[in-house]
């Protein structure tokens, strides 16, 4: 095989990689636009592939199906882009996990939760609602609620192993006390129901976890 052959499979290779993550950039930004403009059930995979500009074919290949889409969807709220990279793994959280005091890890945690949460929030809703008479989006609420619980499990057994957390509180109470006040439904309480800032909603929750487990 010549080199000149060589370098164009590289090349038509690296663009298809590209284009590839092109597209599922696309689709999800299409994706989560119909779903918060017309929620969960009246979106089509034949209408997100249309306003991505890909065929049906494409977003079946890269998600399987509408609740793989819907799940893609919240994955990248979370971290803000595309890249296949675990919140957990990211530079912030990392230095949340080396900082040794308590207050101060939950304070830089909750310093990125208003524009986590600002993304995250809209779309878990929407899953949540839609999981009342869809099957499919039920087991999609039902991971996104486990993943979580895990990831405090993390975090949880982080501040604990540090010292510092109230005595006689375990791994398993303080993943408990932060998967609370977590949740969406506090959200939608204080944020769309009173109208709270997301600022003042995230700073009640770092005041009060540094209460509860300090």
């Not at 597209?23 to 306003?51: C, H, K, M, P, Q």
């Not at 296949?84 to 990392?94: A, Y």
């Not at 010292?163 to 006040?181: C, H, N, P, T, W």
Request: aromatic share 8%; proline share 4%; glycine share 6%.
């Amino acid at each position: 095989m010549t080199e000149a052959v060589k370098e164009k499979r590289r090349y038509d290779s690296s663009r298809r990689r590209e284009l590839a993550k092109q597209n599922r950039v696309s689709v999800l930004d299409a994706a989560r636009a119909l779903f918060l403009g017309r929620g969960y059930a009246a979106t089509t995979i034949a209408e997100i592939a249309s306003r991505a500009g890909v065929s049906v074919e494409t977003v079946y290949k890269a998600f399987g199906n509408k609740p793989g889409v819907a799940k893609a969807v919240f994955d990248v709220a979370v971290v803000g882009d595309a890249e296949p990279v675990p919140l957990f793994e990211r530079p912030e959280i990392k230095a949340v996990q080396a900082e040794p005091d308590v207050p101060k890890k939950i304070e830089m945690w909750f310093s990125h939760y208003p524009a986590r949460r600002g993304r995250t929030a809209p779309i878990e809703l929407v899953i949540r609602d839609a999981a009342a008479t869809d099957r499919a989006a039920a087991a999609v609420r039902d991971q996104l609620r486990d993943e979580l619980l895990a990831g405090m499990r993390m975090f949880a057994t982080n501040l604990v192993d540090g010292g510092g957390v109230r005595a006689g509180l375990s791994v398993e109470e303080v993943a408990d006390i932060l998967f609370a006040y977590i949740s969406v439904e506090l959200y939608e309480v204080l944020v769309l129901m009173r109208g709270w800032s997301l600022d003042r909603y995230a700073g009640f929750i770092t005041d009060a976890l540094i209460t509860a487990l300090t």
